[in-house]
Protein backbone atom coordinates (compact mmCIF):
# COMPACT_ATOMS: atom_id res chain seq x y z
CA UNK A 1 0.00 0.00 0.00
CA UNK A 2 1.24 3.62 -0.72
CA UNK A 3 2.40 5.70 1.95
CA UNK A 4 -0.22 8.52 1.22
CA UNK A 5 -3.49 5.76 1.32
CA UNK A 6 -1.99 4.32 4.48
CA UNK A 7 -0.73 7.26 6.42
CA UNK A 8 -4.76 8.62 5.49
CA UNK A 9 -5.97 5.66 7.08
CA UNK A 10 -3.97 5.75 10.31
CA UNK A 11 -5.12 9.26 10.65
CA UNK A 12 -8.66 8.56 10.19
CA UNK A 13 -7.88 5.58 12.84
CA UNK A 14 -6.53 7.65 15.46
CA UNK A 15 -9.04 10.65 15.17
CA UNK A 16 -11.47 7.77 15.52
CA UNK A 17 -10.67 5.62 18.12
CA UNK A 18 -8.64 5.47 21.30
CA UNK A 19 -5.01 3.57 19.93
CA UNK A 20 -2.21 3.96 22.51
CA UNK A 21 0.33 1.98 20.84
CA UNK A 22 2.25 0.58 18.07
CA UNK A 23 0.60 -2.69 18.64
CA UNK A 24 -2.16 -1.43 19.02
CA UNK A 25 -2.18 0.84 15.59
CA UNK A 26 -0.57 -2.03 14.27
CA UNK A 27 -3.50 -5.02 14.79
CA UNK A 28 -6.31 -2.12 13.49
CA UNK A 29 -4.52 -1.38 10.27
CA UNK A 30 -4.78 -5.16 10.20
CA UNK A 31 -8.29 -5.33 10.57
CA UNK A 32 -8.88 -2.59 7.88
CA UNK A 33 -6.77 -4.31 5.41
CA UNK A 34 -3.56 -2.88 6.07
CA UNK A 35 -0.25 -4.94 6.66
CA UNK A 36 3.15 -2.85 8.00
CA UNK A 37 5.93 -3.58 9.87
CA UNK A 38 6.45 -1.68 13.30
CA UNK A 39 9.08 -0.12 12.00
CA UNK A 40 7.04 1.70 9.25
CA UNK A 41 4.52 2.64 11.76
CA UNK A 42 7.32 4.29 13.72
CA UNK A 43 7.92 6.19 10.77
CA UNK A 44 4.61 7.37 9.80
CA UNK A 45 4.08 8.49 13.56
CA UNK A 46 7.36 10.80 13.28
CA UNK A 47 6.55 11.93 9.90
CA UNK A 48 2.78 12.68 10.66
CA UNK A 49 3.45 14.24 13.95
CA UNK A 50 1.47 11.52 16.00
CA UNK A 51 2.18 12.43 19.95
CA UNK A 52 0.61 10.28 22.95
CA UNK A 53 -2.07 12.88 25.11
CA UNK A 54 -3.66 12.14 27.53
CA UNK A 55 -7.92 10.89 26.17
CA UNK A 56 -11.40 12.10 28.13
CA UNK A 57 -11.30 8.74 29.77
CA UNK A 58 -7.67 9.29 30.98
CA UNK A 59 -6.14 6.68 28.62
CA UNK A 60 -3.43 7.69 27.05
CA UNK A 61 -3.73 8.00 23.68
CA UNK A 62 -2.10 8.99 20.02
CA UNK A 63 -3.54 11.96 18.67
CA UNK A 64 -1.69 14.78 15.99
CA UNK A 65 0.19 17.48 16.58
CA UNK A 66 -1.77 20.17 15.64
CA UNK A 67 -0.59 23.32 14.48
CA UNK A 68 -2.20 26.31 15.61
CA UNK A 69 -2.58 29.73 14.13
CA UNK A 70 -0.24 31.25 16.73
CA UNK A 71 3.48 31.91 15.73
CA UNK A 72 5.66 29.88 16.52
CA UNK A 73 6.87 31.45 19.03
CA UNK A 74 3.55 32.05 20.89
CA UNK A 75 3.44 27.72 20.48
CA UNK A 76 6.31 27.22 22.37
CA UNK A 77 6.00 30.15 25.03
CA UNK A 78 2.43 28.25 25.68
CA UNK A 79 3.52 25.02 25.39
CA UNK A 80 6.42 25.54 27.85
CA UNK A 81 4.14 27.61 30.52
CA UNK A 82 1.16 25.13 30.30
CA UNK A 83 3.26 21.78 30.96
CA UNK A 84 6.90 23.24 32.02
CA UNK A 85 7.12 22.45 35.38
CA UNK A 86 11.14 22.60 35.74
CA UNK A 87 14.14 22.61 33.71
CA UNK A 88 18.29 21.70 34.36
CA UNK A 89 21.18 22.31 32.34
CA UNK A 90 24.09 19.65 31.93
CA UNK A 91 26.67 21.02 29.84
CA UNK A 92 24.91 20.91 26.37
CA UNK A 93 21.50 19.54 27.33
CA UNK A 94 18.08 20.68 29.00
CA UNK A 95 16.40 18.12 31.36
CA UNK A 96 12.83 19.48 31.12
CA UNK A 97 10.49 18.36 33.45
CA UNK A 98 6.63 18.30 32.84
CA UNK A 99 3.21 17.74 33.64
CA UNK A 100 2.76 13.47 33.30
CA UNK A 101 2.14 12.72 29.71
CA UNK A 102 3.12 16.49 28.06
CA UNK A 103 6.71 15.96 27.27
CA UNK A 104 6.00 14.13 24.17
CA UNK A 105 3.51 17.02 22.64
CA UNK A 106 6.63 19.69 23.87
CA UNK A 107 9.13 17.64 21.97
CA UNK A 108 7.02 17.74 18.95
CA UNK A 109 6.96 21.43 19.44
CA UNK A 110 10.47 21.84 19.60
CA UNK A 111 11.24 19.52 16.51
CA UNK A 112 8.51 21.34 14.35
CA UNK A 113 10.38 24.41 15.35
CA UNK A 114 13.55 23.85 14.11
CA UNK A 115 15.72 25.68 16.13
CA UNK A 116 19.29 26.16 15.46
CA UNK A 117 20.17 25.78 19.32
CA UNK A 118 18.54 22.16 18.96
CA UNK A 119 20.20 19.37 17.70
CA UNK A 120 17.34 17.06 18.66
CA UNK A 121 15.02 15.94 21.48
CA UNK A 122 14.65 13.14 23.82
CA UNK A 123 10.79 12.29 25.35
CA UNK A 124 9.62 10.16 27.81
CA UNK A 125 6.12 10.11 30.21
CA UNK A 126 7.08 13.42 31.89
CA UNK A 127 10.43 14.00 30.86
CA UNK A 128 12.16 15.67 28.09
CA UNK A 129 16.16 15.78 27.23
CA UNK A 130 16.66 18.81 24.95
CA UNK A 131 20.21 18.62 22.89
CA UNK A 132 22.11 21.20 21.71
CA UNK A 133 25.27 21.58 19.85
CA UNK A 134 27.33 24.05 22.63
CA UNK A 135 26.53 24.37 26.40
CA UNK A 136 26.18 28.39 25.26
CA UNK A 137 23.59 27.13 23.03
CA UNK A 138 21.67 24.98 25.73
CA UNK A 139 21.91 28.09 27.98
CA UNK A 140 19.73 30.14 25.75
CA UNK A 141 17.68 27.05 25.51
CA UNK A 142 17.50 26.77 29.36
CA UNK A 143 16.85 31.00 29.35
CA UNK A 144 14.11 30.58 26.93
CA UNK A 145 12.39 27.56 29.11
CA UNK A 146 12.98 29.45 32.59
CA UNK A 147 11.04 32.45 31.14
CA UNK A 148 7.81 30.88 30.86
CA UNK A 149 8.01 27.63 33.21
CA UNK A 150 5.14 27.56 35.57
CA UNK A 151 5.90 29.81 38.68
CA UNK A 152 2.90 28.76 40.55
CA UNK A 153 4.03 25.11 41.04
CA UNK A 154 4.65 23.37 44.10
CA UNK A 155 6.97 20.92 43.34
CA UNK A 156 10.19 22.65 42.16
Given at each position: ?32 G ?21 G ?18 E ?17 F ?28 T ?35
Open positions: MKKELRQAKIAQLITQEEIGTQEELMNVLKENITATQATISRDIREMRIAKEQENGKIRYAIFKESSASEKKLQSSISETVLNVVRVQINVIKTLPHNANVLSAVFDGLALEEVVGIAGYDTLLVISKSEEDAQEINRLIAKYEQKDNLGK
